[in-house]
């Protein structure tokens, strides 16, 4: 019965740009959509925006367990977009020890150095660069609890269904354009955790996310540990599929800074630039 009611009730909707992943690069490609005519929704399988950018807060300050840096001299879209959007930065302590974690999970201790070129970080943590690129995004165009099932072509553009696999979908969208905001895989995840200071061997409290284990992040692909940084670039060379109807906007996809806030920028760029 269940079933048969879900049928009825499932409504297809229609929309120029379907941008899929609500992380840094599908938050932006609808930043510069909203700048335009045409019409456009995100989908966001988890119940909150940002992907893999989150930042507990804890007393007024707020600890970034993903994306953590930007550097002024080679990422000039971030330093651009932190200006237009009114944030601030600070320059990332380099005094004191710190302590990471190998993939193998041996834990080693490290004395703080300068950093060349000099490392910022985000006042608010990097979840303040989601927020204010959602305020200029219409509320109606941000469907978060959407996970994507399925994705068909067609004669003209693409139908996309949401809802589990294997199951009567909850929604389709007719598009002419996808925007996959989201790693193609296998993205691999090194474990680090860095500590600067005397005062955080006293830590009041402590914040840690596995990404390796998010259902929305990685898949059994990503477990092996990855031992140096990988060579990013579109899945098979191809920025857009079907006739250019699908486009790849993960920072994992793109030509420069892979891997880096500034790759999901110049990523998105890409695919909302590209007919």
């Not at 490609?29 to 909150?48: D, H, I, M, P």
């Not at 200029?136 to 959407?146: K, Q």
């Not at 477990?223 to 109807?245: E, F, L, N, R, V």
Request: hydrophobic fraction near 35%; charged fraction near 20%; charge should be neutral.
């Amino acid at each position: 019965m269940r079933d048969q009611q879900e049928r009825i009730t499932m409504t297809t909707e229609t929309v120029d740009t379907l941008i899929i992943g609500g992380g840094l690069s599908g938050i932006y490609a609808a930043y510069l959509l909203s700048q335009s005519n045409k019409s456009f929704v995100v989908l966001e399988a988890r119940e909150r925006m940002g992907g893999r950018i989150l930042c507990p807060e804890h007393h007024g300050f707020f600890s970034d367990l993903g994306p953590s840096w930007y550097w002024l001299e080679v990422h000039p879209k971030m330093v651009h977009l932190i200006q237009v959007l009114g944030l601030k930065g600070y320059r990332h302590f380099e005094e004191g020890m710190g302590r990471f974690q190998s993939p193998h999970g041996a834990v080693h201790n490290v004395r703080g150095y300068p950093m060349q070129p000099l490392c910022w970080r985000l006042c608010g943590g990097m979840m303040a660069l989601i927020t204010k690129l959602c305020e200029h995004i219409p509320e109606n165009a941000v469907r978060l609890n959407h996970p994507v099932c399925q994705i068909e072509k067609k004669s003209t553009g693409a139908l996309v269904s949401v809802g589990e696999l294997d199951r009567e979908p909850w929604t389709r969208f007719k598009t002419n354009k996808v925007i996959l905001a989201l790693p193609p895989p296998p993205f691999s995840l090194i474990l680090t955790c860095l500590i600067y200071g005397k005062p955080a061997a006293r830590p009041t409290a402590f914040f840690y996310k596995d990404w390796a284990r998010e259902r929305f992040t990685a898949t059994q692909y990503d477990q092996p540990p990855m031992y140096q940084h990988p060579y990013y670039h579109p899945p098979a060379g191809q920025p857009s599929i079907w006739d250019g109807t699908i486009h790849f906007a993960g920072t994992e996809t793109a030509d420069q800074h892979g891997g880096y806030l500034e790759g999901a920028l110049t990523a998105a760029e890409r695919a909302v630039m590209n007919q």
